[in-house]
């Protein structure tokens, strides 16, 4: 059984810096395509960012050149680190685990960022 718990998310000004990690439990990790989604009220869940586990990465157009995911397989972690955040950037934050050419897919339960002054 696969867990996922994301951590780091909080209040910060526009222009501020967070760290989000997703600690994931099981064997599968290393094998897993992982990747941060988002939602906020009345909007879709989006993808931000996802990283295979050769460590290819891809970013939504609105994070591109602010935020980085990276993986540590040794730690069963992901990370995103977001720079330079925006108001619009206010949304919960959900870790995704996906076992590639499988329909296996696993949530976490998600962490709240907002970015108010």
């Known amino acids: 059984q696969v867990q996922l718990v994301e951590s780091g998310g909080g209040l910060v000004q526009p222009g501020g810096s967070l760290r989000l990690s997703c600690a994931a439990s099981g064997s599968r990790f290393s094998i897993s395509t992982m990747g941060w989604y988002r939602q906020s009220p009345g909007k879709e869940r989006e993808l931000v960012a996802g990283i295979t586990r050769d460590g290819s990465t891809n970013y939504a157009d609105s994070v591109r050149g602010r935020f980085t995911i990276s993986r540590d397989n040794a730690k069963n972690t992901v990370y995103l680190q977001m720079n330079s955040l925006k108001p619009e950037d206010t949304a919960v934050y959900y870790c995704?685990?996906?076992?590639?050419?499988?329909?296996?897919?696993?949530w976490g339960r998600g962490t709240q960022v907002t970015v108010s002054s």
């Open positions: 995704n685990l996906r076992v590639p050419f499988t329909t296996v897919q696993h």
